[in-house]
Each structure stands twice: as structure tokens, then as C-alpha cells.
């Protein structure tokens, strides 16, 4: 059976003769409104041919209409020109409601994320973060619908506004769920991270355990996906035509109740189980074990955070709200004329509840880092409290002046200019070697000709203080008092030589006598006047003590 709308058979007001017609006190022909199909609906004052729609009460009414279908000084039927109701007056609370929520979750986002520690690969730092991030995305989508749905009671015909309206709802919807999965998942991440924080082999990742950890987000976001794929794409033009119950009989319910609202709402439930499966899971590897069943349902809840005890039946009142209004359309948001009680309730306070109850357990829990470095430190009190060793309170150093002058970046400098910095070694090496060049030399002023041996004295070594008064004294070559640089160059290297191998004494010859030439190849052996030892170096054998014992290659 067809429904028939009584408005179409509704003839214009009589107006002065038959191509006449008065609207509002303002005279049309209506040859040209029958020319061009206009149709006059007085339920709503409008003037519509299917394309185009004008309002016609006062003041909106046009003041003449020309032979080509053009209305004078007309209003478009799509705007926003009626008061607000009930639904926007409403809406507005929540959405400063909202509002307030979404400061205090970037606080919390603030300080759950810092790091206080350095990041470890296991445990990356947006895992701490996700919730927050949803939770921001649920205070966005909730103000974007909420202020939306105010033109929703201000457009005299339904359009955009209700469609922008119930997506967004249903955006929130989504990133409700994922905000309380979020918060269950990071849970048991920072139960583990508590767990192995002792000893970091005591859980493998690659077990039973670290995959089924894996791969459970994976299938929660697969049944989340497919309830916004279900529900998003789709002709939402379908929702708009409630302009009349007919047409909202004919068209808009049966677009809102559909078979895949219905199977959206499945999809959701399977992502609740999901999280009490997640949840279960956390509890059982990573609380004590009870025994027996009763045990083991009270220690569940005993375990499970006060948070969740009220996260987890908001979640489930969500998926059972959306479930009722792809059944039920008189309580759907869908609906222009819905029930505004049950929308309200059962569509936009879970999802309020939720960051109310996720803020002030975010303000009541401290950050990760510091609960861990706390936990840290009475692990270490309590080890040293087994071994007896007692440490000294932190004023202890500062009043016995242990504690070193300047910051520590006075300290690394100071450290730089007691090694030299830039060529730190070389040029210390270099000055060092010309300070002992110099006081060799003033040594060899004040030696005895007589004596053959050099006198054993202490010099300033880099290594005197670190061999103490058993170690010999370093070799010092015989200074050179001319004026040649290259040769004075030479005679630092060897100083230098000395100070980089203080064990080695080398015998080799001064660059003077390398430069001798042929002249001292052929000089005939010297002996002393005396029965002292020869000083020739052409023969390996003294002529006075007993052969030379070759030990080493570098006696050669």
C-alpha cells in the first residue's frame, strides 16, 4: 500500500482568481508555481519543487516571484534559522563538560609521558601515551558532534547537521572502547615492566605469553576497524529525509536500522571481550595465583585496578546502547525527535564517565619512571640492609667538604686544561720535553769532568710519582748547546722518545756524531792513558770485563 502524504493534495491558499494565490499577505501566480512544479507544505511553511525550497513565513516570506521561477529577497530552507531546543541545550553542557575533561587530559598526557629514564626497546614510551591520545580523540569527536547537533533543532529542514552529528557519536563510540583497551593493555605492560624490572631474563618475549601479547592487539583493532567500516561508509543522505513522518517512515528508519548497524554492534562486543580477555591475562601472569575457582574469581577482582572495576561496565553500557538503537529507532540519535533522555544517558555519559574516572586516576598514580626508580631504590636499601652495609646520609659528604667546587662542567674543564687539550699529547709531550732538555742541561753544567757515570738524581717525570724510589731514573741524553734548529729539533724528539719509553736506554749515538760521516768509520780504536775501560764502540767485547750477553733484540 502506498502512503500518500496530505500535503501534496493541499491546494494553495485561494488567492483574487484562479492564477492567483496569497501566502502570508503576499500575492504569487500560480500559473508559474504550477509551471515549474512548486508544491506549498503549511506544516512547515516551505515552498518546494524537489530541487529548490524557500521558506515562506514571516519575515522569511519572498516578495514577488518572476516569470522564470525566481523568488525576490527569498531564504533557502537549509539554514540555520530557528531557535535552539532541548537537544542543543543539552548538548552544550556536555560539550563544556568535554572541554574541562580534555585540559585536564593533556596534564595528565604531560606527565605519564614524560621520561624519567632512558627508553628501553621492550617498552617503548607511546605505549604509556595511547590512552591519553585516545582519550584526546574521544574529547574531540564528543565537542565536533555536540556542537554540530545544535543546528540539528535550529535547521527548519532536516539536513547535514544530523548526519555530522551521529558520525561523530559514533567516532566517539569507537575511540571510547579503544581508549578503555588502551588503558587495560598498558596496564599489563607496566605490570610486566614491574615484574622483570629484578632480573630482565625472567620472561622471554618470544614464549607463549610475549606472542599471545603480540598478536591480541592486532585482533582487537581487526574487530574495531570493522565496526567503523560497517558504520561510516555508507549513503548517509537516507538519515536526512525525516521532513515528514512519512518520508521518515519510508526512508530514515529502515537506513538506521539496518543489518549492518547491527552487525557493528556485534563487532564492538567482541572488542569488550577482547579486553576482559587482555585483562584475564594480565591478572594470570603477573599477580599471585589463587587456587580454586571461587579464589580465583575474587582474586581477579581483587587485582584489577578500582579503575577498571568502573571502566569496564561503562565500555559494556556503550556497546549495549548503540546495540539498542540499531533495533530500536525512537531511541536512536539518528532520530531528530528522539528521546533526548536516553540519548544523553546512554550515549554521551559512558563515554564522560570514562575520561572522568581515566583523569582522576591519571592525577592519583604517579609517573612510571618514578614509581620504578622509587621501586629501585628500596631494593637497593633492602640489599644493603642483608649485607649490613649502611650508607651515609647525603649530608654526610658536604660536611666533611667531599663535595668537589664548580659545576661539573667547571670539573671536565679543568680536567682539559691539566692534559692540555686540543693536541692533548704532543704538545704536552713537546714542553715536556724541552723543560727536561733544559734542566739536563743545567745538570751537565754543574757535573764533575772527573767522574764517568752521571750522577743518579731524581727528575720531574710524568711516571716518578707513579714508580716511587725504586724505579730508575729516566734516560737523559746529553744536551745540545749549539744554534742549529734541525739538531736542537732532533734532541726534543729524543727527549721525547724517553718521556713515551722511560724504560728503554738506548745507546745510540747524538745526531753530531751521526753526522761524522766516513771520517768516524775509519777512526782507529781509542784507549785511555789508563787502565780504564776503552771507550771504542767498533768491537761488541770490553777489553776489561766479561762478553756481552744479547737478551733481547733490542739490545742489538
Request: with cysteine; hydrophobic share 40%; glycine share 8%.
Amino acid at each position: 500500500m502506498v502512503l500518500i502524504d496530505l500535503r501534496d493534495i493541499l491546494s494553495f491558499p485561494q488567492g483574487d482568481n484562479k492564477t492567483d494565490t496569497v501566502i502570508n499577505n503576499i500575492h504569487f501566480n500560480l500559473t508559474t508555481l504550477d509551471h515549474w512544479n512548486y508544491t506549498y507544505y503549511p506544516t512547515n511553511n516551505t515552498l518546494s519543487n524537489g530541487s529548490w525550497c524557500f521558506l515562506v513565513d514571516s519575515p522569511y516570506t519572498p516578495v514577488g516571484l518572476l516569470p522564470n521561477g525566481t523568488f525576490l529577497n527569498s531564504t533557502w530552507c537549509y539554514l540555520a534559522t530557528q531557535p535552539i531546543g532541548n537537544r542543543a541545550r543539552a548538548g552544550i553542557g556536555f560539550a563544556v563538560a568535554f572541554a574541562l575533561s580534555l585540559v585536564f587530559v593533556l596534564v595528565n598526557l604531560k606527565k605519564h609521558g614524560e621520561l624519567h629514564l632512558p627508553a628501553e626497546k621492550r617498552f617503548y614510551p607511546i605505549g604509556r601515551r595511547w590512552q591519553w591520545y585516545w582519550s584526546i580523540f574521544v574529547c574531540a569527536a564528543a565537542l565536533i558532534g555536540l556542537f554540530t547537533g545544535i543546528d540539528v533543532d535550529r535547521y527548519r529542514v532536516v539536513e547535514l547537521p544530523i548526519v555530522l552529528n551521529v558520525f561523530f557519536w559514533y567516532l566517539m563510540q569507537m575511540g571510547s572502547m579503544a581508549l578503555v583497551w588502551e588503558g587495560v593493555r598498558h596496564w599489563g605492560s607496566w605490570m610486566e615492566r614491574q615484574f622483570i624490572d629484578p632480573n630482565p631474563f625472567v620472561l622471554q618475549q618470544n614464549d607463549k605469553r610475549g606472542m599471545f601479547e603480540f598478536w591480541l592487539p592486532l585482533f582487537f583493532y581487526l574487530w574495531l576497524w570493522l565496526n567503523f567500516f560497517l558504520i561510516v561508509p555508507r549513503n548517509w543522505g537516507a538519515i536526512e529525509l525525516q521532513r515528514s513522518p512519512d518520508q521518515t517512515v519510508q526512508n530514515a528508519l529502515p537506513a538506521a536500522t539496518d543489518g549492518r548497524f547491527k552487525a557493528a554492534t556485534f563487532c564492538l562486543f567482541v572488542c569488550w571481550c577482547t579486553i576482559m580477555v587482555s585483562l584475564w591475562h594480565s591478572i594470570r601472569h603477573y599477580e599471585p595465583r589463587n587456587r580454586g575457582l571461587f579464589n580465583r574469581v575474587i582474586g581477579f577482582l581483587g587485582y584489577m585496578p578500582f579503575r577498571f572495576t568502573l571502566m569496564v561496565p561503562l565500555s559494556l553500557a556503550i556497546v549495549a546502547y548503540q546495540g539498542l538503537c540499531a533495533w530500536d529507532f525512537g531511541l536512536s540519535p539518528l532520530n531528530v525527535k528522539t528521546n533526548l533522555l536516553a540519548m544523553y544517558l546512554g550515549g554521551y555519559a559512558p563515554s564522560l564517565l570514562l575520561i572522568i574516572v581515566q583523569v582522576i586516576a591519571g592525577f592519583m598514580r604517579p609517573n612510571e619512571d618514578r614509581e620504578l626508580i622509587r621501586q629501585r631504590r628500596e631494593r637497593g636499601a633492602a640489599i644493603d640492609q642483608e649485607l649490613g652495609f649502611v650508607r651515609k646520609p647525603a649530608w654526610w659528604r658536604r660536611v666533611n667538604g667531599d663535595i668537589p667546587t664548580g659545576s661539573m662542567r667547571d670539573r671536565i674543564m679543568r680536567n682539559v686544561r691539566e692534559v692540555g687539550g686540543g693536541r692533548a699529547t704532543a704538545r704536552e709531550i713537546e714542553r715536556l720535553a724541552e723543560r727536561r732538555a733544559a734542566e739536563a742541561e743545567a745538570e751537565a753544567n754543574n757535573r764533575s769532568n772527573n767522574i764517568e757515570m752521571n750522577e743518579i738524581r731524581r727528575t720531574n717525570s710524568l711516571r716518578s710519582g707513579a714508580a716511587g724510589s725504586a724505579a730508575p731514573p729516566p734516560y737523559t741524553p746529553t744536551p745540545y748547546g749549539g744554534k742549529s734548529d734541525q739538531r736542537r729539533s732532533e734532541r726534543t724528539m729524543q727527549m721525547a722518545a724517553s718521556l713515551l719509553f722511560p724504560g728503554a736506554n738506548p745507546e745510540a749515538s747524538t745526531p753530531a756524531e751521526r753526522g761524522r760521516g766516513l771520517d768516524a768509520a775509519n777512526e782507529s780504536t781509542r784507549r785511555p792513558g789508563t787502565s780504564e775501560r776503552s771507550s771504542s764502540t767498533a768491537s761488541g767485547v770490553s777489553t776489561s770485563g766479561p762478553p756481552q750477553q744479547i737478551k733481547s733484540m733490542l739490545d742489538v
